[in-house]
């Protein structure tokens, strides 16, 4: 008796080589799928900027056996706050009470670093640059999809639009919604060496606008910065002028670190998020994900941080021998609701940190600070009930509950 022949292998594409992509075809790959990445710039070289990556994040990529890496790799925040313009601590955390609070810690690493090793995760054929693809068809029930690239027609069995906030898959699925609106701020971003002086780690909330330190595990600095202004502008001279003027009298360390920073240095990016959310997240067989679903404001931390989380749930409900079109149906209804909401509580925190009249300022900062006398977890609780989500399917691969976590943090 002959025996049966293999099931032909099915064909994920995914458009777009960032930290969403990525993870997304790392996932779909481990979990059957031949996977194709197609990404439109030359080299992967992320801006030079950090991210941090909370334990929700960390559990998903602990499915995909990178946890423990990322965590090596990356530098734990620990002792730390937020303070008010003056440089007085409005919120002290410590590590300990963050792994308690959120069921983990938060790390920190650059983004060149993770995205070397969701590369190394991948066989090298799965990754194509400097290829500028476009969604052709979307598929549907007995209909492949098409990408069409400038060498041809790919046929895929689902093709994974995550392709940023000006995403042209999300356009193709969805041509009447209005995509992404100015959030009213823009950003700036920078890594220099550590100042001389040690410093704790911070988020300040000032007048109009925001800035954070943040340390990296290689010794050196990564800041960041908001002001509310007018969209599509830019400093007359350069970004770092820009942000001399702007805080260069709040409280130490920020003056040294901005004096650190050479013009090149520093990067500017208005702030848009798709505050009007998606119906859902696919369209016959093409899921979106990362800022091609919800761009939020980045005022809880958490845009790459969803991306990670929506590769590992997209991969669980589309297995390569599953239903597809039940399996997209139950990725939408699990992450749009999750999503819509974070990138709403993102909004009106970016909202909070950006009042400019001074008494509302006043009574934003003693209510902050109130709150954390009577109970540092009042300030922490908004934030675990995004940092405690857990992954779907079976256990995770690393022991990362809160009792772990803790002991990590005493070891270090």
């Known amino acids: 008796m002959a025996e049966a022949a293999n099931p032909p292998e099915l064909h994920a594409v995914v458009i777009g080589g960032g930290i969403g992509g990525l993870t997304a075809a790392i996932a779909l790959y481990q979990s059957g799928w031949r996977v194709t990445v197609l990404e439109r710039a030359g080299t992967l070289e992320p801006v030079g900027s950090g991210i941090g990556l909370a334990p929700n994040s960390q559990r998903a990529l602990d499915v995909l056996g990178l946890g423990d890496r990322v965590r090596e790799l990356a530098a734990w925040q620990g002792a730390g706050g937020m303070r008010a313009q003056d440089g007085r601590w409005l919120v002290r955390t410590s590590a ?43 598929g549907g029930p007995g209909r492949k999809a098409v990408v069409t690239t400038g060498d041809g027609a790919i046929e895929a069995d689902l093709v994974v639009g995550a392709d940023g906030i000006n995403s042209a898959v999300r356009t193709a699925l969805f041509p009447a919604h209005p995509g992404p609106a100015y959030t009213g701020f823009t950003a700036w971003r920078l890594i220099v060496p550590a100042p001389g002086r040690p410093f704790e780690p911070h988020e300040t909330w000032g007048r109009g606008g925001v800035w954070g330190t943040q340390p990296l595990k290689d010794g050196r600095v990564y800041a960041y910065a908001t002001a509310l202004v007018p969209e599509g502008g830019r400093a007359p001279d350069s970004e770092k002028a820009e942000l001399e003027r702007r805080f260069a009298r709040w409280h130490d360390p920020i003056p040294e670190i901005i004096a650190a920073a050479r013009p090149e240095d ?147």
Do not use: K
């Not at 308690?100 to 070397?116: E, K, M, P």
């Open 266 to 412: 520093v990067l500017r990016n208005d702030v848009r998020h798709l505050i009007e959310p998606l119906p859902a997240y696919h369209r016959g067989r093409t899921a979106l994900l990362g800022d091609a679903a919800h761009a939020m404001a980045p005022t809880l931390g958490q845009g790459g941080n969803q991306a990670i989380e929506d590769a590992v749930v997209l991969a669980h409900h589309v297995p390569p021998r599953g239903d597809l079109a039940t399996g997209l149906a139950a990725y939408s209804a699990v992450r749009l609701p999750r999503t819509t909401a974070i990138v709403r509580q993102a909004a009106r925190t970016a909202r909070l940190n950006h009042l400019t009249n001074g008494a509302l300022l006043a009574v934003r900062d003693t209510l902050m600070s109130t709150a954390h006398r009577l109970g540092p977890n009042m300030i922490m609780r908004g934030f675990a009930s995004i940092a405690d989500w857990q992954p779907p399917g079976p256990p995770y691969a690393a022991g990362t509950d809160a009792g772990a976590q803790e002991r990590r943090v005493a070891r270090r």
């Open 96 to 138: 300990a009470a963050t792994a308690r609070a959120f069921g983990g810690s938060l790390v920190l690493l650059h983004r060149a670093t993770l995205i070397d090793l969701l590369v190394g995760a991948l066989p090298a054929d799965c990754l194509r640059t400097g290829v500028d693809a476009r969604l052709t068809d979307r």
